[in-house]
C-alpha cells in the first residue's frame, strides 16, 4: 500500500540549520542530504534560514526539490528571538501549506494545529532536568504536548525516548517510530590505520553544560594528570558554565587553569574530526542524551570511546 505521506508534496521546515551547526542542525543537513541523494520521485519543498546557505554548497539537489529561503533571524544563532520565531513560522506553514504534508525536524519547531505534520523528538531533556533547562520547561511541559497528540506522526531516535514520550505525554505508541541517528558522511571511512599513532590527548566534543558533566571530566583529569602525558582538549561552546562552576566553588580554579587543558570553543566538522582521528581516548560523560552522536562520531574514526552509564 501506497504512504500517505508519497502521494503529497512533503514540506520540510529545515530554518533550525545555523551558520554554526548544533546537533539538531547536523541531524536536518544530513537528512536533506540523504533524501537529496536516494529519492528523485517525491516533491519537496525545503525551507531554510539564510545563514544555512553554506552548508548546502556542497549538496546537489535534484529537480524534486525546491528551496525556499527566509530570513537568518530564524536561524538557531539569533538564541531565544531565533527560537520564538522558527516556532511562529512552523505554524504560519502549517496554515500555509494546509493540503501537504509537513515535516519538522526539531521539537521546538512543532506546530499546534491539526496539521498533517511529521516531527522529530530528539529529547525530552528540560523535562528531566529542569534545574538546568528552566526557560524551556514550560515549552516541553505545556505547550509540547498539544503538538504531539494532534502530529500524525512521530520520529525519535531511540527506544528509550520512544517510552519517555509515552509515558511522560501519554502518546500512542502506533505514531511513533524509532529512527537511530547516523554520522555525517565525512566520518565515513575516516579511520586509517596509520592514525593508531595517537596524538596524546584526550578529548571531549559537545557543548559544555552542567548536563553535560564537563567538571566531573576535568575533576577526574586532575587525579590522573601527574600520571599521564595527556592534555585534556574541550571543544565546544560554553566556557561562561565552567566559570560558573569556578564562582560556585564545584569546580576549583587550579583545576581549570591547568595548562594541559585546552578550551578550542566550537569547531568546524573537518577539524573535529582530525582531533578525533588523532585522539588518544574520546570521552562522553554527559548524564542525559536522546541519542548521543559524538561517540558515534569517534569510533567511526576509530578513537577509542569511554562513555557515562547513563540513557
Not at 525536524?105 to 528540560?126: G, K
Not at 578525533?276 to 577509542?304: D, I, K, N, R, T
Request: charged fraction near 20%.
Amino acid at each position: 500500500m501506497k504512504s500517505p505521506v508519497a502521494a503529497s508534496r512533503l514540506i520540510i521546515n529545515a530554518t533550525n540549520i545555523g551558520r554554526r551547526l548544533s546537533g539538531i542542525g547536523i541531524y536536518t543537513l544530513s537528512l536533506l542530504q540523504e533524501l537529496a541523494r536516494q529519492d528523485h520521485d517525491r516533491q519537496y519543498t525545503v525551507y531554510l534560514n539564510r545563514s544555512a546557505r553554506p552548508h548546502l554548497q556542497d549538496i546537489h539537489f535534484p529537480d524534486n526539490f525546491r528551496l525556499k529561503w527566509v530570513s537568518k533571524r530564524l536561524s538557531p544563532d539569533d538564541g531565544f528571538i531565533g527560537h520564538f520565531l522558527r516556532l511562529l513560522f512552523a505554524n504560519l506553514l502549517a496554515l500555509f501549506h494546509w493540503r501537504h504534508w509537513i515535516f519538522n525536524t526539531s521539537q521546538l519547531e512543532a506546530c499546534f494545529f491539526r496539521a498533517r505534520q511529521i516531527i522529530t523528538i530528539h529529547d525530552v531533556i528540560p523535562l528531566l532536568f529542569r534545574e538546568y533547562h528552566h526557560k524551556q520547561y514550560p515549552y516541553f511541559k505545556y505547550l509540547l504536548k498539544f503538538a504531539l497528540r494532534r502530529a500524525r506522526r512521530i520520529i525519535t531516535p531511540s527506544g528509550h525516548s520512544q517510552l519517555l514520550l509515552q509515558e511522560i505525554y501519554g502518546l500512542s505508541g502506533d505514531k511513533i517510530r524509532v529512527i537511530p541517528n547516523g554520522v555525517q558522511e565525512i566520518y565515513h571511512h575516516a579511520y586509517q590505520p596509520s592514525y593508531r599513532r595517537r596524538g596524546g590527548y584526550i578529548l571531549y566534543s559537545g557543548r559544555i553544560c552542567p548536563m553535560k558533566n564537563v567538571t566531573t571530566l576535568i575533576q577526574a583529569f586532575a587525579l590522573i594528570r601527574d600520571r599521564i602525558p595527556h592534555k585534556l582538549i574541550l571543544a565546544g561552546e560554553g566556557r561562561e558554565s565552567l566559570d560558573e562552576a569556578v564562582r560556585q566553588g564545584i569546580l576549583s580554579a587550579e583545576d581549570l587553569a591547568d595548562a594541559r587543558i585546552e578550551l578550542r570553543g566550537h569547531v568546524s566538522n573537518r577539524e573535529m574530526r582530525t582531533l578525533m582521528q588523532h585522539a588518544s581516548l574520546f570521552v562522553f560523560p554527559s548524564l542525559y542524551e536522546g541519542f548521543g552522536l559524538p561517540p558515534l562520531e569517534a569510533m567511526a574514526c576509530g578513537c577509542p570511546v569511554i562513555v557515562s552509564h547513563a540513557a
